[in-house]
Structure formats: C-alpha cells, structure tokens
C-alpha cells in the first residue's frame, strides 16, 4: 500500500515538476535559437568582447579598433616563431592591424605571455599615369612591395 502512496505521490508531484523546467529550457534554448539566426555572428562578437575586457584589465589595448582574435591549435608548428615560444594550446592572439600590434593572452593562466610589433607586409598597386598617343593608349599597373616595420 505505501509503495502504490509512493507511486500516486512521484506522479502526482514530481512529474509535473519535471514537466515545467523541461518546457523552460525549451523554451530558452528556442530563444538563443532566434538569436543566432538574426544575427549568426552574435557568439563570436561576445566571445571577442569578453576576451578584450579580460586582457584589457591586464595590459593596455589600443583604443578603437576591434581585434581579429585567433587561437593558439599547435604550438609545436609554432616554435620557431619567437613571439610563440610560450606559446600553449588554447592560448589565445589579439591582432590589432592599425595599431599594428600583436598580444598573446593565456587563458588558463590569465596572463599576457607576450606583447609584439606587427609587421604587415603590404603589397600595394601603384597605376602609373596613363599615356596618351595618337596610336596607343596605355595603362600599366606596377605592384611594388613595401614593408613596415
């Protein structure tokens, strides 16, 4: 008889209960669902947000302009390279390119690992003046490497 009391009780309670918190998570997740088909980039420009709120309160970051921010997948392929000799997996890269400034931030250590100049190799076309003849008219493109440092 107790059993059949447990059984009516469990029913009657927390079945109900259980119904309710599943319907809110629906219902929540169905909401970040709309979220995301509005506007697809949402998570990463919150990740990138958070992530420059975090270094910011550790190293000052150049105001004004949205970093392009990667992640540190194989450190190992990375070693040769000085700014990543500390580099570990997960870390993460703030690339400022008009400040032309680079930070690696460890996320695990919450700490700066290093701060470097970024050099940008740009390769611009200059278009020469264009040559008027009475035979031909010509039009030449020159690409010229400069680089900055």
């Known amino acids: 008889m107790e059993n059949s009391m447990l059984k009516q009780k469990f029913f009657k309670v927390f079945v109900p209960v259980i119904a309710v918190v599943a319907i809110g998570l629906a219902g929540y997740f169905y909401s970040q ?3 995301l088909k509005k506007n697809p980039q949402a998570v990463a420009q919150k990740e990138v947000t958070d992530l420059v709120e975090k270094v ?3 190293v000052v970051l150049p105001a004004g302009e949205v970093p392009t921010v990667a992640t540190v997948s194989d450190p190992e ?3 040769d390279q000085a700014f990543f000799a500390k580099a ?3 870390d993460k890269v703030l690339i400022y390119a008009q400040a032309k400034k680079a930070v690696l931030y460890s996320v695990l250590l919450n700490k700066i690992i290093d701060v470097a100049p970024l050099n940008i190799g740009n390769t611009k076309a200059v278009t020469a003046p264009k040559a008027d003849t009475t035979t031909t008219k010509t039009d030449t493109t020159v690409k010229t ?3 900055t440092n």
């Open 33 to 35: 669902v709309l979220v």
């Open 88 to 90: 570990q997996k997960g």
């Open 145 to 147: 490497d400069t680089k």
């Open 56 to 58: 910011g309160k550790l």
């Open 77 to 79: 392929a990375l070693k």
